[in-house]
């Protein structure tokens, strides 16, 4: 059985994902970069694909979502210099902070539900 304390700190960095998600979405109009089609696109994909994970994670935690939301936040560090838009500091700042803080919480939350970091692959 699941400790209800443990699940409830789960729960939260989820929430926390969902909402920069969210962010990610608005983040083109938000930030002007709309009409840059390689930063926009990235970021409604991996915003919708975050939210989506995290809202699954909060329902019943499986520990694939935090692995895909882990992966999705290394994607958005790297993704400007990949998709080519590095040089366009909002969208390319915006996604490395939001890739980081998604990738910290997703692993704090696989940590926290193992209670060791030797276990985390389980």
């Known amino acids: 059985m699941v400790d209800i304390g443990k699940r409830l700190t789960a729960q939260w960095k989820d929430a926390v994902n969902i909402v920069l998600g969210l962010w990610l979405i608005a983040s083109p109009w938000a930030l002007g970069f709309v009409t840059d089609r390689a930063p926009t696109w990235n970021a409604w994909a991996v915003g919708v694909i975050i939210a989506v994970a995290a809202l699954a994670a909060m329902v019943a935690f499986n520990k694939w979502e935090e692995w895909a939301e882990i992966a999705l936040g ?25 890739g980081i803080i998604v ?10 539900t193992t209670g060791t970091a030797g276990r985390l692959m389980r």
Do not use: D
């Open 74 to 98: 290394a994607w958005l560090v790297v993704s400007p210099y990949l998709l080519g838009f590095e040089m366009m500091m909002n969208p390319t700042i915006n996604q490395a902070v939001v």
């Open 103 to 112: 990738a910290g919480l997703a692993i704090w939350s696989v940590m926290a």
